[in-house]
């Protein structure tokens, strides 16, 4: 059973920082594509970074590039998401997906894309 446990959500002030992690069970980070995905009240779940290629590969949303920076660790299987500067459009439930195929199609963000989702880790930016 495939399991992806989020953490390091909080409050932080705008020009913060965060770390995101997603812990995997019954599932090896580093085989297939992997992202991290956000979705505040009213608005449409949206990709943020996503990861594959064992870690060669990676993708990003234009409203987090150059601040966020999405990682792996596979010796802990977890998925890392480093937040800086954060702004306050950047408030959301981010979630941590992952694919249970070893390519995909289409765009790296499509939901199609990603099998397995966590519960969701809180991230609140004050201005």
């Known amino acids: 059973q495939v399991q992806l446990v989020e953490s390091g959500g909080g409050t932080v002030q705008a020009g913060g920082s965060l770390r995101l992690s997603c812990a995997a069970s019954?599932?090896?980070?580093?085989?297939?594509?992997m992202g991290w995905f956000r979705q505040a009240p009213g608005n449409a779940r949206e990709g943020v970074a996503g990861i594959f290629a064992g870690g060669r590969l990676t993708y990003y949303a234009d409203s987090v590039k150059g601040r966020f920076t999405i990682s792996q660790d596979s010796a802990k299987n977890t998925l890392y998401l480093q937040m800086n500067n954060l702004k306050p459009e950047d408030t959301a439930m981010y979630y941590c997906a992952a694919d249970s195929s070893p390519g995909f199609a289409g765009d790296w963000d499509s939901l199609r894309n990603y099998d397995y989702w966590g519960q969701g880790t809180q991230v609140t930016v004050s201005s």
């Open positions: 019954g599932y090896t980070i580093s085989r297939n594509l």
